[in-house]
């Protein structure tokens, strides 16, 4: 009889290993893109006690034990790019996941600009959107488009799907995430994945972990909830995309982070100047890669918005984006001073905005070093007679001379008046002179709500607005 219970328990217990079943979060699938010479993130659950992994490109077994709850979690490190490769999991119940390719990925994440997809909004196009739709068959992009979810507490899994970068794929996906990793693909000449976790309308707040925007609660109009379960709530409630949109994918291999918001805060330059940096260490504090890159977008000129009453916020902003550059570790800025729309939020060049963020990348992640990526950069000034010249770095091979006459200069004196300016390109200065400032003390370049820029250094980069005074400062430092 104890022989017969012995070997019934056996029995039981080979059953339950035989049907042991594995859950993988979504993003985890056949036709994926896992980050190059990395040491890549997978994980899930399992009702067994252990699991495989076996990865084709090396002919590695990974076993992987599974805790108390449930959850498993391990690296796979992957070799240079290539694919298609398979992995295998077992844990009774096998899963194999198949097309999978090794290569550059990159996250993109902010608000509607960019969120907004190659087919564009109603009455809102993206510009040579029928060429590109026309173009698109690069077996080499793979895309990850995440359905937008606010939630409460942070989860674990979100919904999407992989989907190839051609026609079809590419009509609801980010115009900026597409775009880019089509310039990465063709220059590299590897497999691109890009995971999109955007929703337009939403504050920076939103996309914040609890742990860092309790300490600016205080300061911000959106104020925290506390749930006692994952539950959708508002995506403008503080920490509500961080918990359904970013933190599921925390630990996905990942070369960097590419970021276009700011509309939703375009009035508060101070609080996204405490808050910017903090967001982005926190991400990359969470990933545990070290400082990754994390390239993002200047917001472009427009005046479908309020603003303020003695001096632009938005120039204010575009002013703090601009300084930001020089305070965070590892990032880039693709300035967009030439390419807003008067009386659109939503500026139809994006292919625009995805090659420069591309130039920045591939200058500054990969190493191109003769792709020039940064327009003129004020430097400093001086003052002859009733001239003001303007002197730039990032402009050593000269301006672009003006095609006609710039709208886009002023000139004050010491009363802080300041009146139009004519400018001229000298080499790599512009020299600046008005009537009615006959001593000047300071120069302004754009530096309003809405502007059409034209100062660019010769290879085409546009230089951001500036100022050189510092009156009305906010509270955040200039370079």
Same mark, same amino acid.
Request: hydrophobic residues 40%; positive net charge.
């Given at each position: 009889?104890?022989?017969?219970?012995?070997?019934?328990?056996?029995?039981?217990?080979?059953?339950?290993?035989?049907?042991?079943? *594995?859950?993988?979060?979504?993003?985890?699938?056949?036709?994926?893109?896992?980050?190059?010479?990395?040491?890549?993130?997978?994980?899930?659950?399992?009702?067994?006690?252990?699991?495989?992994?076996?990865?084709?490109?090396?002919?590695?077994?990974?076993?992987?034990?599974?805790?108390?709850?449930?959850?498993? $979690?391990?690296?796979?490190?992957?070799?240079?790019?290539?694919?298609?490769?398979?992995?295998?999991?077992?844990?009774?119940?096998? *899963?194999?996941?198949?097309?999978?390719?090794?290569?550059?990925?990159?996250?993109?994440?902010?608000?509607?600009?960019?969120?907004?997809?190659?087919?564009?909004?109603?009455?809102?196009? +993206?510009?040579?959107?029928?060429?590109?739709?026309?173009?698109?068959?690069?077996?080499?992009?793979?895309?990850?488009?995440?359905?937008?979810?606010?939630?409460?507490?942070?989860?674990?899994?979100?919904?999407?799907?992989?989907?190839?970068?051609?026609?079809?794929?590419?009509?609801?996906?980010?115009? +900026?995430?597409?775009?880019?990793?089509?310039?990465?693909?063709?220059?590299?000449?590897?497999?691109?994945? *890009?995971?999109?976790?955007?929703?337009?309308?939403?504050?920076?707040?939103?996309?914040?972990?609890?742990?860092?925007?309790?300490?600016?609660?205080?300061?911000?109009?959106? $104020?925290?909830?506390?749930?006692?379960?994952?539950?959708?709530?508002?995506?403008?409630?503080?920490?509500?995309?961080?918990?359904?949109?970013?933190?599921?994918? +925390?630990?996905?291999?990942?070369?960097?982070?590419?970021?276009?918001?700011?509309?939703?805060?375009?009035?508060?330059?101070?609080?996204?100047?405490?808050?910017?940096?903090?967001?982005?260490?926190?991400?990359?504090?969470?990933?545990? *890669?070290?400082?990754?890159?994390?390239?993002?977008?200047?917001?472009?000129?427009?005046?479908?918005?309020?603003?303020?009453?003695?001096?632009?916020?938005?120039?204010?902003?575009?002013?703090?984006?601009?300084?930001?550059?020089?305070?965070?570790?590892?990032?880039?800025?693709?300035?967009?001073?030439?390419?807003?729309?008067?009386?659109?939020?939503?500026?139809?060049?994006?292919?625009?905005?995805?090659?420069?963020?591309?130039?920045?990348?591939?200058?500054?992640?990969?190493?191109? $070093?003769?792709?020039?990526?940064?327009?003129?950069?004020?430097?400093?000034?001086?003052?002859?007679?009733?001239?003001?010249?303007?002197?730039?770095?990032?402009?050593?091979?000269?301006?672009?001379?003006?095609?006609?006459?710039?709208?886009?200069?002023?000139?004050?004196?010491?009363?802080?008046?300041?009146?139009?300016?004519?400018?001229?390109?000298?080499?790599?200065?512009?020299?600046?002179?008005?009537?009615?400032?006959?001593?000047?003390?300071?120069?302004?370049?754009?530096?309003?709500?809405?502007?059409?820029?034209?100062?660019?250094?010769?290879?085409?980069?546009?230089?951001?607005?500036?100022?050189?005074?510092?009156?009305?400062?906010?509270?955040?430092?200039?370079?």
């Amino acid at each position: 009889m104890k022989y017969n219970l012995t070997f019934l328990l056996a029995l039981m217990l080979s059953v339950q290993l035989l049907q042991a079943k *594995i859950t993988l979060p979504n993003f985890f699938s056949s036709g994926m893109v896992l980050q190059q010479q990395a040491q890549a993130g997978i994980w899930g659950k399992s009702t067994g006690k252990s699991l495989s992994i076996a990865t084709s490109w090396d002919k590695k077994t990974y076993t992987v034990a599974v805790d108390a709850n449930g959850n498993w $979690k391990t690296k796979l490190t992957t070799p240079k790019a290539g694919g298609p490769y398979t992995i295998e999991l077992n844990a009774g119940d096998k *899963i194999q996941l198949s097309d999978v390719w090794i290569g550059e990925v990159w996250l993109v994440s902010g608000q509607s600009n960019m969120e907004m997809p190659i087919q564009g909004f109603k009455d809102q196009p +993206v510009l040579n959107s029928a060429e590109i739709f026309k173009n698109a068959n690069n077996k080499n992009i793979r895309l990850f488009r995440t359905i937008k979810e606010a939630k409460g507490l942070p989860a674990d899994n979100l919904r999407g799907a992989w989907q190839a970068a051609d026609s079809a794929g590419i009509r609801l996906f980010s115009a +900026v995430g597409y775009l880019f990793a089509l310039e990465l693909q063709q220059k590299l000449n590897v497999p691109v994945g *890009i995971i999109q976790s955007a929703w337009g309308g939403t504050n920076i707040s939103s996309w914040m972990s609890v742990e860092t925007f309790k300490d600016f609660e205080k300061e911000n109009r959106y $104020k925290l909830k506390h749930p006692d379960s994952v539950v959708k709530t508002d995506r403008n409630a503080p920490t509500a995309l961080f918990n359904g949109m970013i933190n599921p994918l +925390v630990g996905y291999g990942i070369k960097g982070v590419l970021w276009y918001q700011g509309e939703h805060n375009h009035r508060e330059p101070d609080f996204y100047a405490k808050v910017f940096p903090v967001m982005i260490k926190d991400w990359r504090t969470r990933w545990a *890669i070290g400082d990754f890159p994390f390239y993002y977008v200047q917001l472009a000129p427009n005046e479908s918005v309020k603003d303020g009453e003695n001096i632009s916020l938005s120039a204010l902003f575009r002013e703090m984006q601009y300084n930001s550059q020089f305070t965070i570790p590892n990032v880039g800025m693709s300035v967009t001073i030439d390419a807003g729309e008067q009386k659109v939020i939503h500026p139809a060049n994006k292919p625009a905005v995805a090659k420069r963020l591309a130039a920045i990348a591939l200058n500054k992640t990969y190493g191109f $070093k003769d792709i020039v990526y940064a327009g003129p950069s004020y430097k400093n000034h001086t003052v002859n007679g009733s001239q003001l010249i303007l002197n730039f770095d990032n402009a050593a091979k000269g301006l672009r001379a003006f095609t006609t006459p710039s709208a886009n200069f002023e000139l004050a004196g010491a009363d802080k008046v300041f009146y139009p300016a004519k400018a001229e390109v000298k080499g790599n200065a512009v020299v600046l002179q008005s009537d009615k400032v006959q001593e000047p003390v300071a120069a302004r370049y754009a530096f309003k709500m809405w502007v059409m820029g034209d100062l660019y250094n010769v290879e085409g980069f546009p230089a951001s607005s500036f100022r050189t005074d510092d009156w009305f400062a906010p509270q955040y430092g200039k370079k």
